[in-house]
């Protein structure tokens, strides 16, 4: 129950009142980080089919969709991603970089990234909606999944942290490999087994998704690794878009 607390304290707006704030509950909470993105993406498919359903056209839907990981999160993980972006376009050296990241305005590299991935986002779930709200709203919230399971790779033992307060530090390097490979699993089987609802081919498209938007936020985890030295609070944001992102459009090829 503490990690669960403190996967939906930490990563959702919902009333979940974190009782314990160590890194045995961070390592518990990371790894009911999927769960947490489930609900997310539940919530979202909701209200985008719901609206389909009264009528509304899928770029209403999808928009919509979009909203509520958004809202759910007070902006956190796109709050991530602008700092994180700004932080590595700014070209100055990790101490530099992270105190960029510190502020609380946005620089153009935020912008940008945050104004392209929220276009992303909505383009992919207006061409699943299209195809059937049944598709939208299963992508919703699948890749609300895989963006969090993404955080649990961030917090894996190896990776270490930024900064040695915050969020980041809590966190950084509680999750074994081999719990973080089982809670893979899982996703990656619960993945398959949506996807195979519609066809077996649908079942391997989405599972080739969900290895896609890991494999891509893996690549981004790194980078950030080797330009400011670990994680913050910030590149688990950028981490959580990314393969939430990435997840949506893979979704959408094929």
Do not use: N
């Not at 089982?182 to 080739?208: N, Q």
């Amino acid at each position: 129950m503490d990690g669960l607390r403190f996967a939906f304290g930490t990563l959702t707006v919902l009333p979940a009142r974190i009782t314990r704030w160590d890194r045995d509950a961070a390592r518990a909470g990371m790894l009911c980080a999927p769960l947490a993105g489930l609900v997310v993406g539940l919530a979202a498919a909701a209200v985008g089919g719901g609206f389909l359903l009264l009528g509304a056209g899928p770029l209403l839907a999808a928009v919509l969709t979009a909203a509520v990981p958004a809202l759910m999160t007070r902006g956190l993980h796109l709050d991530g991603l602008a700092d994180t972006a700004d932080g590595l376009g700014s070209g100055k050296p990790a101490e530099d970089a992270l105190r960029i990241m510190k502020q609380s305005d946005i620089g153009p590299f935020g912008v940008i990234a945050v104004l392209f991935a929220l276009l992303a986002q909505v383009a992919a779930l207006y061409e699943l909606y299209g195809r059937s709200w049944a598709h939208g709203a299963a992508a919703a919230a699948l890749a609300a999944t895989l963006a969090r399971l993404a955080l649990t790779h961030a917090s894996r033992h190896g990776v270490p942290a930024a900064r040695p307060e915050g969020l980041g530090a809590v966190v950084a390097a509680t999750v074994p490999l081999r719990a973080a490979a089982l809670t893979t699993g899982l996703v990656l089987l619960l993945c398959a087994a949506t996807g195979a609802l519609f066809s077996w081919y649908d079942a391997l498209r989405t599972l080739l998704a969900a290895l896609a938007a890991l494999c891509v936020s893996e690549l981004l985890l790194r980078r950030c690794v080797r330009r400011f030295g670990g994680v913050t609070g910030d590149v688990f944001g950028a981490v959580e878009e990314t393969a939430l992102t990435v997840g949506l459009v893979a979704l959408t090829l094929g």
